[in-house]
């Protein structure tokens, strides 16, 4: 079996839908992708998770702020601030002891940094990177999921198309054959019982077509939804459609590339970050605090005074008694941690599950349009023979037109049958996120 990484290669999932070959088809799935507001929603959340991402790595890095501020107040020695004698020995306005009323202006920086030495931070970037990706993944295993769904109704519209063609040639024989049924009857050839019988086959056939042209309607909504375009409308297929060839095996290492296990194995990898992130709350958090700047009691004192100032040094803060509140986030997380591991796992099964299904339905949908296939043959062969006989002399017109009509009916059924194929096909597509094993 061929490395994942080959696989990868050999199966590209970008544009799985091409491998119909019908630029209708292609053309619709492109303006669902673009357009399907899912989509977009998705996309904001990737947006929202990439700051968050920035967010956590701003925690490594050191903060400062400019400070300012202006305030009056009553002061003296307790607040640093005394007067000074003028050159002549006179104080202004009283001792240097007694309260006055003065201006203090002041500029500077703050500065904090903790360091990470138990890597809690370090966990936090890790834990919004992988949520991140997670995020990511999802918009693509929702890309994948519109891309299907587009191709699911687009090929039911086609087989809706196919079998309202072959309903009104259907119903063109019926009329044709109550016709002859009722010369016969006024002949003395048929009985009116015969006659009875073709016009309620006929009403039943001619019933039929309202529900599938409602049913075209309600497919063409759906892809205006899928697109955001309430104006579209579906032009005739370019040729017939076919659904790609199978290997016999699947190989399982195609599973892995599902976006939506992915995107579990990276909750599964957010969720271990954060416990670690948890669990350094039980050490010390060490930070470097620092501040400086100058004041004075005037704009030209800020500018060109002597009040300088600036604090420097450690913080440490060890968590002596909080109620639990720690070993409850630990077990907190810890349960999450389960949690996202029995996720993971679930989704695996589903892949495995998905996938297994949507084998055996293809391959059992083929086997059933081949026979059909097979069915279509006979009754055109049937047709030929009955056409030969008639122009021998050895059979009526009756005949052929009842010979055509099982011909109509076994198309019919082999439409339904290939439109069939071709939607498990996509749904193979989806369980195989895009991969095919050729």
């Known amino acids: 079996m061929l490395p994942l990484f080959l696989l990868l290669l050999a199966a590209d999932p970008a ?46 890095s050191p903060e400062i702020n400019a400070l300012s501020s202006a305030n009056r107040l009553r002061g003296g020695f ?37 360091l990470d030495l138990f890597g809690g931070n370090r966990a936090a970037r890790r834990a919004a990177g992988a949520d991140l990706l997670a995020e990511q993944e999802l918009r693509a295993d929702l890309a994948v999921t519109i891309s299907a769904e587009a191709a699911r109704f687009y090929f039911e519209l086609r087989g809706i198309d196919e079998r309202l063609a072959i309903t009104r040639r259907n119903l063109d024989a019926q009329r044709e054959l109550l016709r002859l049924t009722e010369v016969r009857f006024h002949s003395g050839l048929a009985t009116s019982l015969d006659v009875e019988r073709q016009s309620a086959l006929l009403s039943t056939t001619e019933a039929t077509v309202p529900a599938l042209e409602a ?58 970050d954060r416990l670690k992130q948890a669990r350094t709350d039980l050490y010390p958090k060490i930070s470097l605090n620092g501040l400086m700047g100058r004041q004075g009691t005037s704009l030209t004192g800020l500018s060109l005074g002597a009040g300088n100032f600036f604090n420097l040094g450690p913080q440490i803060q060890l968590p002596i008694f909080n109620s639990g509140r720690i070993q409850a986030n630990i077990a907190q997380n810890h349960a999450r941690l389960q949690q996202a591991r029995l996720t993971y796992l679930k989704e695996l099964l589903i892949a ?11 391959k059992l949908q083929r086997e059933r349009e081949t026979r059909l296939a097979a069915a279509t043959r006979s009754a055109a062969n049937s047709l030929t023979l009955t056409n030969d006989l008639e122009r021998a002399g050895l059979s009526d017109g009756l005949a052929v037109l009842d010979t055509q009509r099982t011909l109509l009916d076994s198309e019919y059924q082999q439409s339904a049958a290939r439109t069939a194929v071709l939607l498990e096909s996509v749904a193979l597509f989806k369980a195989l996120a895009g991969g095919w094993p050729d």
């Open 15 to 60: 544009a799985w839908w091409t491998r119909y070959n019908d630029p209708e088809l292609n053309r619709i799935i492109d303006k669902a992708l673009a357009q399907n507001l899912d989509l977009q929603i998705a996309t904001q959340r990737i947006a929202e998770a990439r700051t968050l991402t920035t967010t956590s790595r701003a925690r490594l």
């Open 78 to 114: 307790a607040q640093n601030i005394i007067r000074v004698p003028n050159p002549s020995g006179q104080q202004q306005g009283g001792s240097f002891v007694s309260p006055f009323d003065t201006g203090l202006l002041q500029s500077g920086l703050d500065m904090k940094w903790e």
């Open 215 to 272: 049913e075209r309607s309600v497919h063409l909504n759906r892809l205006a939804v899928l697109t955001n375009d309430q104006s579209l409308q579906s032009s005739p297929a370019s040729n017939s459609l076919a659904a790609p060839s199978l290997a016999a095996d699947l190989p399982s290492e195609l599973l892995k590339r599902r976006p939506d296990v992915r995107a579990a194995e990276a909750r599964l990898s957010a969720a271990t």
């Open 352 to 362: 495995f599950e998905e996938a297994a299904n949507a084998l055996s339905s293809y």
